[in-house]
C-alpha cells in the first residue's frame, strides 16, 4: 500500500520556523514529481512548492518565494519543506504530493497525504 505521511507540523509564532518532512512507502518516488499544497479554513487548497525528480528544478508560489525551500533525499524517499519567517496567513493544512509531472496544478498529483497542520500565532 503506498502512503505518503507528512510529519513536522506545529504551533510557531510569526517570524519563526518550521521544517515539514513527507515520507513515502509502499513504493519508490525517486522518479515522480514531489510537491506541497496547502488548505487553509474556507479557501481552496492551493500550490506551495515543487521539486523535480531530480531536484534540478523546483517550483513557489509567489506567497512563499523567499522564505520556504523544497529539498528531496531519494535515498529516503522523502521530500522536505523548510519554512521560515512564518506568517500568519501561513496557517493551514500542508499535505505533500506524488506525481508524474511537474506541476503546480494538483491534478497532476497521483498520490496525497493525509496533511500536517502548521498554525502560526501573531
Known amino acids: 500500500q503506498v502512503q505518503l505521511v507528512e510529519s513536522g507540523g506545529g504551533l510557531v509564532q510569526a517570524g519563526g520556523s518550521l521544517r515539514l518532512s513527507c515520507a513515502a512507502s509502499?513504493?519508490?518516488?525517486?522518479?515522480?514529481?514531489r510537491g506541497w499544497f496547502r488548505q487553509a479554513p474556507g479557501k481552496e487548497r492551493e500550490f506551495v512548492a515543487a521539486?523535480?525528480?531530480?531536484?534540478?528544478?523546483?517550483y513557489y508560489a509567489d506567497s512563499v518565494k523567499g522564505r520556504f525551500t523544497i529539498s528531496r533525499d531519494n535515498a529516503m524517499n522523502t521530500v522536505y519543506l523548510q519554512m521560515n519567517s512564518l506568517k500568519p496567513e501561513d496557517t493551514a493544512v500542508y499535505s505533500c504530493?506524488?506525481?508524474?509531472?511537474?506541476?503546480?496544478?494538483?491534478?497532476?498529483?497521483?498520490?496525497w497525504g493525509q496533511g500536517t497542520q502548521v498554525t502560526v500565532s501573531s
Open positions: 504530493a506524488a506525481g508524474r509531472i511537474l506541476s503546480t496544478g494538483d491534478p497532476a498529483y497521483d498520490y
Open positions: 509502499g513504493r519508490t518516488f525517486s522518479s515522480y514529481t
Open positions: 521539486i523535480s525528480w531530480s531536484a534540478g528544478r523546483t
